[in-house]
Every structure is written in C-alpha cells, then in structure tokens.
C-alpha cells in the first residue's frame, strides 16, 4: 500500500498557537501531530508515502528524513500553492503503484485501511471515502448517501450527528488523470462535489476516532486525546 498525505498546510488558523510551522508539525501531546498520522501508516503496513509539501517544506523533512519506522518518506515539493487536487497530481509523480491513499497530514482518522482497499476492490470503483459519524456536522458538512454510494455533499452551516467525509480517499489512477497538471485545483470543490453522482465513490464507514485540529478548540482537544492514547 501507498499513501499521500497532503502536509503543505499554513495553519492560517492556527497562528495564535502554533506560530510559523506547517500545520502538520503542530506539537500534539510533544511530538508532531503528522507522527501520529504516519504511525497509522507503518501500523497498517504501508511501505512508502509521498508528503506533499510547501509551506516550510524543510522543517518537515529534517524532522523525518527519508524514513519513518522503516516506512520510505518521499517528498513533493509545490513551488507555489496548487491547492488539494494540484498537490495530489504532482505527488503522484512519485507514486508506483494503485489505487492510492490519500490523506490529510492535519487530520487523524483510525481506519481500516486494508478494508477500505478489499471494499474498494470487491466494488469496482474508481474512488473510495472514508466516511465516519460525527456529533455535529455543523463544521464539516453532511453526506447524502444511498446503497454505500455518495450521492452528494451538503453544505455547512447544518447542525447534529451525521455522517461526514472524514477526509482519507482511495483513488484509481483515472482519478488523477482527471486533474490537470502544474494548475491550482481543488480535489472536493472542482471534481469530487460536480461530479459525485457520475463517479459515484464508495463511501466506507470508520467507527474509529476522528479529529482536525484546524481550528484552537480541536487542537487542545487533540492535546487532550493523544496524551491519553501515549499513556494507553
């Protein structure tokens, strides 16, 4: 198994916290918060993955090198910001085999991921979801699905328990080639959202924990809940 983990976020958000890193390199309970995504990786298998990087690009690398737990660490550089799908298409560049994993490195989700590759390959389809139950979907948005198929995205601003994207997808290599290469483009905005009811993507359910420390609150939430799982 491959993955890409989509590490080139400013943490805008972030600021008044955690000055001047890459989101990803948030101290979470005294490591970095992309340690924990990485460690679901070498647990689950993996034997390579590509960080697509930007912003402060170097820190990353210094702290992780070219290995992590026997894990191969390559590097896709964006000289200048390309957005999600843009970021997925140049690190694909380092990709071998497929379909890939691509992931989030501010975001953890506990997940099957050799499940979400037997579901993706026993439905034939192009691209797989991750998709978990939240108590309120208010931040994220709310999916429409039907016969584990997404049918659509609902916007935020809605309130309650509900089922969301959490964020880790599965794709085929036509997905890729449907994103243009070296432009800015949004992988949920400009594919995903148009053109969810002709791609039809699995959506694969996850009971497992899920947090995004974009904003203060999930952050010190997250402070919270990894100090417990090192203690576990």
């Not at 328990?161 to 449907?178: K, M, R, S, T």
Request: overall charge negative; hydrophobic content about 45%.
């Amino acid at each position: 198994m491959q993955a890409i983990v989509l590490a080139g976020g400013l943490g805008t958000r972030l600021r008044g916290v955690v000055p001047d890193l890459p989101k990803p390199m948030a101290p979470v309970a005294g490591r970095p918060f992309l340690a924990w995504v990485l460690d679901r990786l070498v647990d689950a298998g993996f034997e390579s993955t590509v960080l697509a990087v930007g912003y402060r690009h170097e820190v990353i690398r210094e702290h992780f090198s070219d290995d992590y737990r026997g894990m191969a660490l390559r590097y896709s550089v964006e000289s200048t910001p390309l957005g999600t799908g843009g970021a997925i298409r140049l690190a694909a560049e380092h990709v071998s085999a497929y379909p890939v994993f691509v992931l989030n490195g501010d975001t953890f989700l506990e997940l099957g991921y050799r499940a979400m590759l037997d579901a993706h390959r026993r439905a034939c389809t192009s691209l797989s979801v991750a998709v978990c139950r939240v108590p309120d979907v208010g931040r994220y948005g709310a999916l429409e699905i039907e016969n584990d198929r997404v049918h659509g995205f609902l916007e935020k601003g809605g309130d309650g328990p509900g089922l969301i994207n959490a964020g880790v997808y599965l794709l085929a290599a036509e997905i890729l080639q449907q994103i243009p290469v070296g432009q800015p483009f949004s992988f949920e905005q400009q594919l995903l959202v148009p053109r969810v009811k002709e791609i039809r993507p699995l959506a694969f359910r996850t009971e497992g924990r899920f947090i995004d420390i974009g904003i203060p609150e999930d952050f010190e939430r997250a402070q919270q809940m990894f100090a417990a799982k090192d203690q576990a």
